[in-house]
């Protein structure tokens, strides 16, 4: 069972930055795609941006282009998605996910996931 941990949530002010962490103690990191995902209240879970095992190669919702960045070190296990310039549409709960192989923003090609955490962005 592959254990993924996120923190860093909190309550923002719209144009304020915030850090997400997931942490995957016991996983072979190096060898999944990781992924950022957000879903609001009574929305889908939507994709936010993932990485490849390098990092070398993401990939970002159109959303979140430009503010957003996802990077990781496999030193430590770890997927960090810095969030800037935060928009009260940015309000939702944010989850991490693993999934072997491919890039994808699609919820459907990861098999384990955290138990999320809450971002808040007030106007």
């Known amino acids: 069972q592959v254990q993924l941990v996120e923190s860093g949530g909190g309550l923002v002010q719209a144009g304020g930055s915030l850090r997400l962490s997931c942490a995957a103690p016991?996983?072979?990191?190096?060898?999944?795609?990781m992924g950022w995902f957000r879903q609001a209240p009574g929305e889908e879970r939507e994709g936010v941006a993932a990485?490849?095992?390098?990092?070398?190669?993401?990939v970002y919702a159109d959303s979140v282009k430009g503010r957003f960045t996802i990077s990781r070190d496999n030193a430590k296990n770890t997927v960090y998605l810095q969030m800037n310039s935060l928009k009260p549409e940015d309000t939702a709960v944010y989850y991490c996910?693993?999934?072997?192989?491919?890039?994808?923003?699609?919820?459907?090609?990861?098999?384990?996931w955290g138990q999320g955490t809450q971002v808040t962005v007030s106007s």
């Open positions: 990485s490849m095992w390098s990092g070398a190669n993401t």
């Open positions: 016991g996983l072979t990191f190096s060898q999944y795609t």
């Open positions: 996910a693993a999934a072997r192989g491919l890039l994808s923003l699609s919820r459907f090609a990861y098999k384990s």
